[in-house]
């Protein structure tokens, strides 16, 4: 099972809004609508910020979005604040009944 | 509030075992799927293993399977995971995760902060 593709790096100023895409195939993220996101600020605990393509968690910020469209999610920031800044990862739920990550994408606030 | 603690990490020789253990508060621990996550120095993560609430169901990774096996004992609010035939691609830290309610299987909503383990000569 490959990895999901995200790219590396993006950023953005205070107040933009950034999008972060993840790419699968028709045999995870194209077949199931069980795409997660997570928020890695290292060295802490990953934290759950999208759930079910579109649903946020109790807690989690509204300027975090889900969303789908065929093989590809994605994750959109508005109003990006500082502490945003972290490694963002999505992930989904695979045919052969696994779970699969994307290779992580790392957002700078400028 | 939820509280995920792993421990059992170390420096092993290849070939060798070693068991993770993950304690585990805050909520009923026998009612929730438990993950292994883990993540090799400066890559990505990568899920590891799921166990069903009762242990009745498990999953893993294909690149671990045969050599690790996740448990748990829900008497003791306690998940492990055993290690054996360990290489050095299998260096990474592991994060023990728990499962979102009915939907535990497929995605984690509470993290430990990891266990290290480092698998050289």
């Known amino acids: 099972q490959s990895a999901l593709t995200q790219s590396a790096s993006v950023s953005g100023s205070p107040g933009q809004s950034i999008t972060i895409s993840c790419t699968g195939t028709?045999?995870?993220?194209?077949?199931?609508?069980?795409v997660s996101w997570y928020q890695h600020h290292p060295p802490g605990a990953p934290k759950l910020i999208i759930y079910?393509?579109?649903n946020r968690p109790s807690g989690v910020s509204n300027r975090f979005s889900g969303s789908k469209s065929g093989n590809t999610a994605s994750l959109t920031i508005s109003g990006l604040q500082a502490e945003d800044e972290a490694n963002y990862y999505c992930a989904s739920y695979t045919s052969i009944n696994t779970l699969v990550f994307g290779g992580g994408t790392k957002l700078t606030v400028l | 509030q939820v509280q995920l603690v792993e421990s059992g990490g170390g420096v092993v020789q290849p070939g060798r075992s070693l068991r993770l253990s993950c304690a585990a508060s805050?909520?009923?621990?026998?009612?929730?799927?438990m993950h292994w996550v883990r993540q090799a120095p400066g890559k990505g993560l990568e899920w590891v293993a799921f166990t069903s609430y009762d242990g009745s169901n498990e999953n893993y990774v294909d690149s671990v399977k045969g050599r690790f096996t996740i448990s748990r004992d829900n008497s003791k609010n306690t998940l492990y995971l055993q290690m054996n035939s360990l290489r050095i691609e299998d260096t990474a830290l592991y994060f023990c995760a728990k499962g979102r309610g009915e939907y535990d299987r497929y995605e984690m909503d509470a993290w430990g902060k990891g266990t290290t383990v480092t698998v050289s000569s």
């Open positions: 079910r393509v579109t």
């Open positions: 805050g909520f009923i621990f026998s009612s929730d799927g």
């Open positions: 028709s045999n995870d993220i194209g077949n199931y609508d069980l």
